[in-house]
C-alpha cells in the first residue's frame, strides 16, 4: 500500500498536534458540540472575515441548513453549476425545491453569469455558485443579477476555504457561504463543515435548524447555567459539529495559509511545466488582485492534438503509479437526475467539453518538490507518445 513509487492522489496533512488535540478533548469529558466548537467557529468567522460562523457535521448540512433556514421550497427555483459534487444539487432536490442548471464559463469553469441571467424565471429563489478548485466565482456579477431579482446566494466553497477576491475573503461575500471540512479538503476535521454570514439573525435561525429546532444549545442544557427545559421551535435537522472534530479544526486552521502557499507552489510548477506544450490547457489563474485557494489542480486535455481520450491518459498515469481523479463527473451525467429533470449534455457544452478532457492532478502539501516533478514527467511522456 506505501509503495515509496506511488505518489497518492491525496494524503491528509495530519500530524502530532491533532492527536494532542484530539485526546484532550477525550479526557476533558465534553464529546459533543461545546466550547471547541465555539472557538472554532469564533476563529473561523474572523478568519474569513464574516460577522458570525456555525460549525456542522458537512457542507452539505451546511447548504441544506441554509436553505432550510430561508424557507425554500416547493415551487422555488435555485441556479447551480452542473461541475460540481452531487450534493450540491442534492439540498436542492431535499427541500422540494427545482434545481436549474446554467452553463459554466469557459474562462474560469464556475458558473457564467450570462447563463444565470438568461435562467431567472418568477419561480427563482436562489442562486448556487460554487468556486470550483478554489478560484472564487464571478461574485460580484451574480451578486448584481441576485440583488436586481431580490434572490439570495449562498456559496459552495467546499474547495474555497482561504480564497480571496481583492480583499474580501470567500465566506464574507455572499448572503451565506458553506464550506466543507471533508477528509480531502484543504482544511480537514475527517468530516466536517461551517456556514458563515454576515447576517446574524439568518445565522441564529440556522443554529436552530441544525440541533433539531431546539431552543437552546443541548451543551448548555448540560451545564451549571442549563436547566432541563428547552423547547422546539422548528423541525431542525441533526447536524451539529462535535468538540472532538472542532479540536482538529482548529489545529487545521492555524496550518491553513501555510498549506495554502505550499498548494500554490506546487501548482506554479506544474504551470510552468505545462503551459508551453499545445497538447495541454492548465488551468484558470485567479484574477490579478484574487486569490486561488489551490484545493485542486485541473489540467486539460487538448483532444485534437492527442490520438488517445482522457480515459485512457488517466489510465497512463495511473500505470505510472500516479494517483488522479476527475472533478466532476457532472451531475446531468447520473441516472437519477436524467431520469427526473430530463438535462441533456448537449444544453451545457461548455460544461461538457471541460469534463471530456480534464483530469486532475496530485496536489497538496505532504508532496515534494521530487514528486511534483515525477508527475510532471510522466505527463510529458504521455503527451510525447500520443501526440498527433
Ligand atoms: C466535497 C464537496 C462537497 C461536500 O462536502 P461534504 O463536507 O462532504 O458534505 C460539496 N461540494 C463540493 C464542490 C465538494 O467538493
Not at 342 to 347: L, V
Request: some cysteine; overall charge negative.
Amino acid at each position: 500500500m506505501s509503495d515509496p513509487q506511488v505518489i497518492a492522489f491525496d494524503r491528509p496533512d495530519m500530524g502530532e498536534e491533532e492527536i494532542a488535540a484530539v485526546a484532550e478533548v477525550l479526557r476533558s469529558g465534553w464529546l459533543t458540540t461545546g466550547p471547541r466548537t465555539r472557538q472554532f467557529e469564533q476563529l473561523f468567522a474572523e478568519y474569513v472575515g464574516a460577522r458570525s460562523a456555525l460549525a456542522v457535521s458537512s457542507c452539505t448540512a451546511a447548504m441544506e441548513v441554509a436553505l432550510a433556514t430561508w424557507g425554500l421550497g416547493a415551487g422555488d427555483e435555485v441556479i447551480t453549476t452542473p461541475l460540481t459534487f452531487c450534493s450540491t444539487v442534492h439540498v436542492i432536490v431535499h427541500r422540494g425545491a427545482t434545481p436549474v442548471l446554467a452553463d459554466v464559463s469557459p474562462n474560469d469553469y464556475t458558473l457564467d453569469p450570462v447563463q444565470v441571467a438568461n435562467r431567472i424565471t418568477p419561480r427563482t429563489r436562489a442562486l448556487l455558485p460554487v468556486h470550483l478548485a478554489g478560484l472564487p466565482s464571478q461574485m460580484d456579477h451574480l451578486l448584481e443579477i441576485a440583488n436586481a431579482h431580490g434572490l439570495k446566494v449562498l456559496e459552495d466553497a467546499a474547495h474555497a476555504a482561504g480564497a480571496r477576491l481583492g480583499e474580501r475573503m470567500v465566506g464574507s461575500l455572499g448572503h451565506a457561504t458553506a464550506f466543507s471540512f471533508y477528509a480531502t479538503k484543504n482544511l480537514t476535521t475527517a468530516e466536517g463543515g461551517m456556514l458563515t454570514s454576515n447576517d446574524e439573525s439568518f445565522l441564529a435561525q440556522a443554529r436552530l435548524w441544525s440541533l433539531h429546532g431546539l431552543s437552546r444549545d443541548a451543551w448548555k442544557r448540560y451545564t451549571a447555567e442549563g436547566s432541563w427545559q428547552y423547547d422546539v421551535v422548528l423541525p431542525g435537522l441533526k447536524c451539529n459539529m462535535t468538540d472532538l472534530q472542532a479540536a482538529l479544526g482548529l489545529v487545521q486552521l492555524a496550518k491553513l495559509e501555510r498549506n495554502i502557499a505550499r498548494r500554490t507552489e506546487i501548482a506554479r510548477r506544474y504551470t510552468a511545466a505545462f503551459s508551453h506544450v499545445p497538447e495541454l490547457i492548465p488551468p484558470p489563474e485567479a484574477r490579478p488582485g484574487d486569490r486561488h485557494a489551490h484545493h485542486l489542480y485541473l489540467l486539460r486535455l487538448n483532444l485534437d492534438r492527442l490520438r488517445i481520450r482522457r480515459d485512457r491518459f488517466l489510465q497512463e498515469l495511473q500505470s505510472r503509479g500516479i494517483g488522479v481523479s476527475v472533478h466532476f463527473i457532472p451531475v446531468y451525467h447520473f441516472t437519477y437526475y436524467r431520469e427526473r429533470f430530463g438535462w441533456r449534455a448537449e444544453e451545457f457544452p461548455v460544461c461538457e467539453a471541460i469534463y471530456r478532457s480534464v483530469l486532475s492532478l496530485p496536489c497538496y502539501p505532504r508532496l515534494t518538490d521530487d514528486q511534483v516533478d515525477r508527475v510532471i514527467a510522466a505527463v510529458l511522456e504521455i503527451v510525447e507518445t500520443y501526440r498527433v
